[in-house]
T-cell receptor, first 111, second 114 residues
Framework: SQTIHQWPATLVQPVGSPLSLECTVE??????LYWYRQAAGRGLQLLFY??????ISSEVPQNLSASRPQDRQFILSSKKLLLSDSGFYLC??????????FGPGTRLTVL | AQSVTQLGSHVSVSEGALVLLRCNYS??????LFWYVQYPNQGLQLLLK??????LVKGINGFEAEFKKSETSFHLTKPSAHMSDAAEYFC????????????FGQGTRLTINP
């Protein structure tokens, strides 16, 4: 069966520090992958999606970037974090039945 | 462009009462529609989805939703609320092709009173 992992589960970082969040999927190959952010009072917002290795689409201009170095790995990064980057980051993958399944999420607090 | 509106950011019902969470969508093409549930500090769990096979969709935990094209609605219901249903619920829409990005409503927090 397929599973999706996110690492780390929680993270507290100072403003201006770098960021790397990792998402990995097991049990499938070449899935569409997605990064969402859930910020207080702002609902769930799609940040990036990827349809294959090295293929990244950005949905909103921001301080973040994404990469897909391997088929089942999706990484969210920042060179310098802002206070506004705080939130709950969710990774998802698209199944063959057109359904997105979500990982457990990473809680990021920028101080 | 697709959009989703969830009416009521907070809904409170008594244990054993009917749960009704409202969702209206806007889409220029026949959409896929989803309901997800989120428990505190967890990811989203799929409750059910509509993909045009049947207008009444049954999901997990006793929930169901009815797709009404004329009303552009996809309301979520459960006949009898349980304390464990307390969570945040999200309605979402996606297109049928391409990247199939999800557009979410703002969410409805469901509280169950004993």
């Amino acid at each position: 069966s397929q599973t999706i992992h996110q690492w780390p589960a929680t993270l507290v970082q100072p403003v201006g520090s770098p960021l790397s969040l990792e998402c990995t999927v097991e049990g499938t190959s070449n899935p569409n992958l997605y990064w969402y952010r859930q910020a207080a009072g702002r609902g769930l917002q799609l940040l990036f999606y990827s349809v294959g290795i090295g293929q990244i689409s950005s949905e909103v201009p921001q301080n973040l970037s994404a990469s897909r170095p391997q088929d089942r790995q999706f990484i969210l990064s920042s060179k310098k974090l802002l206070l506004s980057d705080s939130g709950f980051y969710l990774c998802a993958w698209l199944t063959g039945t057109d359904t997105q399944y979500f990982g457990p999420g990473t809680r990021l607090t920028v101080l | 462009a697709q959009s989703v509106t969830q009416l009521g950011s907070h809904v409170s019902v008594s244990e054993g009462a009917l749960v009704l969470l409202r969702c209206n969508y806007s889409s220029s093409v026949p959409p896929y529609l989803f309901w997800y549930v989120q428990y505190p500090n967890q990811g989203l769990q799929l409750l059910l989805k509509y993909t045009s096979a049947a207008t009444l969709v049954k999901g997990i935990n006793g929930f169901e939703a009815e797709f009404k094209k004329s009303e552009t609605s996809f309301h979520l219901t459960k006949p009898s609320a349980h304390m464990s249903d307390a969570a945040e619920y999200f309605c979402a829409v996606s297109g049928l092709r391409g990247a199939q990005k999800l557009v979410f409503g703002q969410g409805t927090r469901l509280t169950i009173n004993p």
